[in-house]
């Protein structure tokens, strides 16, 4: 698989743009247990196209790279990237990147009758409340987290 290509780097967040003539990798067709493997499923089927599995737009999608553990719950941890989305509208209960007072951060979005949130996936920090006195604008929508195992 071919690399990111960075195009910007924050003081918390490195920004990568996908390059879509490296994101066919081999692509097992058969369901892999968690057991013992099968022999009798042995067999390439098919090339998977990650640009075409992880990306639904493809002129406003990114990628991200994390730096901090306040979406460790979410399973979002130092050193992912986030594959985000600028076309999809955020939903309630949503994880997006954002600029809050100029700083980009990752929270899940959380609307609570008229008040907005910014939510952390750690119990060592607090959600934010986003009031009319902060600068505040979604950049977009997370929609696929890359780790290594």
């Known amino acids: ?79 992912d990237v986030m594959v985000v989305d600028r076309a999809l509208e955020p939903k309630n209960n949503t994880i997006v990147l954002a600029v809050l007072d100029g700083e980009f951060t990752v929270k899940r979005i959380q609307k609570k009758g008229s008040q907005l949130f910014l939510k952390p996936e750690n119990e060592t920090f607090k959600p934010i409340e986003i009031t009319e006195e902060i600068d505040f604008k979604v950049w977009g929508v997370v929609t696929h987290i890359i780790h290594k195992v």
């Open 1 to 79: 698989m071919g690399k990111l290509k960075n195009i910007h780097k924050s003081q918390h967040l490195s920004f990568y743009s996908l390059d879509a003539d490296a994101l066919a990798i081999p692509f097992y067709q058969s369901n892999v247990p968690a057991g013992f493997p099968s022999p009798a499923e042995d067999f390439m089927d098919l090339d998977l196209n990650l640009q075409a599995y992880l990306v639904q737009h493809p002129s406003a999608t990114f990628c991200v790279r994390v730096t901090g553990d306040s979406m460790q719950n979410a399973g979002i941890f130092s050193g």
